[in-house]
Nanobody, 125 residues
Framework: VQLVESGGGFVHTGGSLTLSCATS????????MGWFRQAPGKEREGVSC????????NYADSVKGRFTISRDNAKNTVYLQMNSLKPEDTAVYYC???????????????????WGQGTQVTVSS
């Protein structure tokens, strides 16, 4: 199983980035996909998740209205569109996959079995 994130980078406050996570070696359409982030000195936290069909999504309160998760099951890829970025969004962003976990309001990193290597997002004030 491979998950490869891309699209991270450096932006100023208010800027936008779109992260992608390309997957292989798993039945993508059967997996709930999640985006997580980890800032220096902090625990990894759930940002957003999307159900296997794409019909259900959830977001952390801190990103609601600014971030949008989506997936393309034909391309085995999940995306995270991030708008109105703030310095507090600075972190390494990871995508994760699991067949057994539900997409709820809170995503526990321990529930996801497959992870990417992460991509750095830095938002400067």
């Amino acid at each position: 199983v491979q998950l490869v994130e891309s699209g991270g980078g450096f932006v100023h406050t208010g800027g936008s980035l779109t992260l992608s996570c390309a997957t292989s070696g798993l039945i993508f359409s059967r997996n709930v996909m999640g985006w997580f982030r980890q800032a220096p000195g902090k625990e990894r936290e759930g940002v957003s998740c999307i159900s296997s069909s794409g019909g259900s999504t959830n977001y952390a309160d801190s990103v609601k209205g600014r971030f949008t998760i989506s997936r393309d099951n034909a391309k085995n890829t999940v995306y995270l569109q991030m708008n109105s970025l703030k310095p507090e969004d600075t972190a390494v962003y990871y995508c994760a996959a699991d067949q057994m976990v539900p997409c709820l309001g809170y995503s526990d990193p321990d529930d996801f079995g497959s992870w990417g290597q992460g991509t750095q997002v830095t938002v400067s004030s």
